[in-house]
């Protein structure tokens, strides 16, 4: 009679519980020192100008990597030393509802994934509040992981900064040129004058390259951008009076 063999079974190894507990504890740590460090940084800046993005730095390694000069040109002025010219330009070019949402604008949004949906090449749907979160403590991309650090840094800003602040930061800190970031920077380099002394039809032109500053221009500029700036001057004039 066959002697029936059977294997030897090892036994499973289980994760001890004071394991996970120690996992949780230090998961649990790292979440209240990103969110006290947030805080910082955002309280922080309300009130100190913001020196340098990640943005700024990433181009800088680009333009390195390629071989290339780096140049950075970057001038911070007060909300109150900028063109209303050029605050009602972003806000016709890159988001309408600024003075009247709440950090996000759903209905740009929803459209900006119905259309992407459809393969259009729109932009995507982002406010200026989203921008600016993004422009000063993230960096560039479309990850998952991204896009809520984005939303959570919107919520913040939006609370502790206000329209005023957000406005600010955003015009000195943005992309507006090769190597140019922030309203005075751009007027400068664009316009050879004072961010101040912006007309509507040069704010326009800066508005107007906003989504590819380093691919349009915003003088001697193509057939396209020079309709953008025609649009957004006449949407301009329904902005109104802004008042933060």
């Not at 090892?10 to 006290?36: A, C, D, E, Q």
Request: hydrophobic share 40%; net charge positive.
């Amino acid at each position: 009679m066959a002697t029936k063999i059977t294997p030897n079974k090892r036994p499973v190894k289980k994760t001890s519980p004071s394991f996970m507990n120690r996992l949780r504890i230090i998961l649990f740590k790292i979440v209240l020192w990103f969110i006290g460090i947030s805080f910082f940084l955002v309280v922080f800046f309300k009130f100190v100008p913001v020196p340098f993005t990640p943005l700024m730095l990433i181009r800088a390694i680009e333009n390195t990597a390629a071989g290339k000069p780096v140049y950075f040109n970057h001038d911070w002025e007060p909300l109150e030393n900028i063109s209303i010219n050029l605050q009602k330009a972003v806000i016709a070019s890159e988001d309408g509802t600024f003075l009247s949402h709440n950090g996000f604008d759903f209905a740009a949004m929803q459209k900006a994934y119905k259309n992407n949906e459809r393969g259009r090449r729109i932009k995507g749907g982002s406010t200026i509040s989203q921008q600016t979160a993004k422009n000063v403590f993230l960096w560039q991309g479309r990850s998952y992981v991204r896009k809520g650090l984005e939303a959570y840094f919107t919520v913040l800003i939006e609370f502790i900064w206000g329209k005023e602040r957000i406005m600010e930061v955003y015009l000195n800190s943005i992309e507006m040129g090769n190597g140019v970031y922030g309203a005075q920077a751009a007027a400068e380099h664009w316009y050879r004058k004072d961010a101040a002394n912006l007309t509507p039809r040069q704010a326009a032109g800066i508005a107007a390259i906003l989504p590819s500053p380093r691919k349009y221009t915003a003088t001697s500029s193509s057939s396209y951008v020079n309709k953008r700036k025609d649009k957004i001057v006449r949407v301009m004039r329904t902005v109104g009076k802004i008042e933060y």
